[in-house]
């Protein structure tokens, strides 16, 4: 019923930037929490970053001052800037969204396929 699509994975060296894209789509009602997620070899997924409806933001201590997620609430999706870039970066990202589908209102955790980004040192 909702789709996450993600975009922007790719190979880049250390200290260089990779801006992530998701779009969601679907039958939406509104969408609450937006959030990127990461998954290295070997380690949980963990929390990148979030944003509320409201615009406030959370960050994994290990990305702050080098990541901004941004969303667009009329095109519906959610972006990663992801500036700085370490080999320590390097994981799987997956985007994840608190959706309210219509007709029902009920609220959904719905996940992306994930897109690979590596950091080259």
């Known amino acids: 019923q909702v789709q996450l699509v993600e975009s922007g994975g790719g190979l880049v060296q250390a200290g260089g930037s990779l801006r992530l894209s998701c779009a969601a789509s679907?039958?939406?009602?509104?969408?609450?929490?937006m959030a990127w997620y990461r998954q290295a070899p070997g380690k949980q997924r963990e929390l990148v970053a979030a944003i509320r409806s409201g615009g406030s933001t959370n960050y994994a201590d290990s990305v702050k001052g080098r990541f901004t997620i941004y969303r667009d609430n009329a095109k519906k999706t959610v972006d990663l800037q992801m500036n700085s870039l370490k080999p320590e970066d390097t994981a799987v990202y997956y985007c994840n969204c608190n959706v309210q589908v219509v007709t029902t209102y009920r609220w959904l955790e719905v996940w992306g396929q994930g897109t690979l980004v590596t950091v080259s040192s």
């Open positions: 679907g039958s939406i009602f509104s969408i609450n929490v």
